[in-house]
């Protein structure tokens, strides 16, 4: 029963819903003094729709530089140039997935408050960004997005209906396709300067400060280029490390030994020069191999020696059923200090816990690691535990999609490695990339 309840959860969490049609009201309104209202192609903008230039955002409600634009750069916009008709700002959806894999669900949120109006969509959007870090690390954020809905005076019954037809999940997946297919957009935020003069378009990628924006908007106005400089032509951000994976994520929590701030246990030294976040599988039998073949050898020449700091995080697959048992039973254990001694054992009893029923020989397991046994099988029934293993499954969307993925993260950027490698193949891959990371520091 557990296993099939962690398997639908995992399922109706991380599945696309239906189409349906929705309406946006064509009528302009003001908010905060300002004409709020959709364009003709149904997107929301501000300022005066006809003011000399245009400027198209196409962003990521969870993009850490989107969230410093709206709160840096956005603002002073809006007072010099929106607020005076010299400027109209026209919204488009672009998350990414791969990065913020719940993202997609506020951008949805965000539409489906839109079919009640332009101000509310407005209000929506400021508090998307607002609260970014609030909802950033939800593994499912569809109650707190309806919450924030409700607290602006949405219509829930509206709302509530438009999220369940997936109508507006399909319009942000057909807005990011049209931002990578046909603008060649690969990075947040991405803007787009029109002129309503001569119909020029200028593209700018990045979150840049307001003088940037402030010298290409007059340029533009006075039917000039937009300067052009090494900076500018340099603007093309690589996509940013997920927060699991940077540096902040990464770093110790002082409230919990042994575990990220982002929540994932990890063995080795914290100032390692390289980190390998491992996603795996407890019942997969290439994941059983590497553990039994290769971690030891990681362990000794790696781990103990403070080269790598190793994280592991959990991937579930429909083809092993005891599995989100299993990837529970390390959380709970984790909740006793013990994360990687039941990881361990795990990997060491997977024909007596891989059955019907597991959670029995899972309590055994935990009774021969000496854990309170009583807290530990309130954990395996309870949910605190399944939604970090549910987290972990968003955290692996457009990243990890067979088992053992190893994420090599260096220099900002990461490193993958797809499917478990023989001893001296694995072995050589992990020291080169850390010659790479020692190079890099």
């Known amino acids: 029963m557990f296993c099939a309840t962690a398997l639908i959860l995992a399922a109706v969490l991380l599945s696309a819903c239906a189409s349906a049609s929705g309406t946006l009201s064509d009528q302009e309104t003001e908010l905060n003094g300002i004409p709020v209202g959709f364009t003709p192609e149904g997107y929301p903008y501000r300022g005066k729709i006809d003011a000399p230039v245009q400027l198209i955002e196409y962003s990521d409600y969870l993009c850490p530089f989107c969230g410093r634009h709206f709160l840096q750069t956005a603002p002073l916009l809006e007072e010099q140039y929106i607020r005076s008709g010299k400027l109209v700002h026209i919204f488009r959806d672009f998350p990414i997935a791969s990065l913020h894999p719940t993202a997609p669900i506020g951008h949805a949120a965000a539409l489906c408050v839109a079919e009640q109006g332009a101000a509310l969509f407005w209000k929506m959007h400021d508090a998307l960004f607002q609260n970014q870090t609030q909802w950033n690390n939800l593994p499912d954020p569809t109650d707190y997005l309806a919450q924030t809905a409700d607290d602006l005076g949405v219509d829930m019954k509206a709302y509530e209906d438009c999220m369940a037809s997936g109508r507006t999940s399909l319009a942000v997946q057909q807005s990011v396709d049209e931002a990578v297919q046909e603008k060649g957009f690969n990075a947040t935020p991405s803007f787009q300067f029109i002129s309503a003069a001569n119909g020029k378009v200028y593209t700018l990628i990045g979150a840049y400060p307001f003088e940037r924006f402030a010298e290409w908007i007059e340029a533009i106005i006075a039917g000039k280029e937009p300067p052009q400089d090494e900076t500018t032509q340099e603007t093309q951000e690589e996509p940013q490390l997920p927060y699991w994976a940077n540096e902040e ?46 971690q030891p050898v990681v362990e000794t020449q790696f781990i103990q020696t403070g080269e790598i700091m190793w994280v592991f995080k959990n991937l579930l697959l429909q083809s092993l059923p005891q599995s989100p048992a299993a990837a529970v039973a390390a959380e709970c254990a984790g909740q006793q200090g013990a994360f990687w001694e039941m990881h361990d054992a795990l990997y060491a ?51 990890a999609d067979t088992t053992p993925t190893f994420i090599a993260i260096y220099g900002g950027a990461g490193r993958i490695i797809r499917g478990a490698k023989e001893l001296d193949e694995f072995i050589n891959l992990l020291k080169q990339l850390l010659e790479k990371a020692k190079e890099s520091t």
Request: some cysteine; aromatic content about 8%.
């Open 249 to 294: 994520g990464l770093s110790p929590d002082p409230n919990r030994p042994g575990f990220t701030m982002a929540g994932d246990p990890f063995r080795g030294d914290p100032n390692a020069p390289m980190v390998v976040v491992e996603f795996s599988n407890f019942q997969c039998e290439a994941c059983i191999k590497h553990h039994q073949t290769v």
């Open 349 to 399: 009893n997977v024909e007596k816990w891989a059955v019907e029923s597991p959670d029995e020989a899972l309590i055994s397991i935990a009774s021969d690691l000496r854990l309170d046994t009583e807290a530990f099988s309130s954990c395996l029934g309870g949910r605190q535990a399944l939604e970090k293993v549910l987290s972990d499954m968003f955290d692996a969307q457009g990243i």
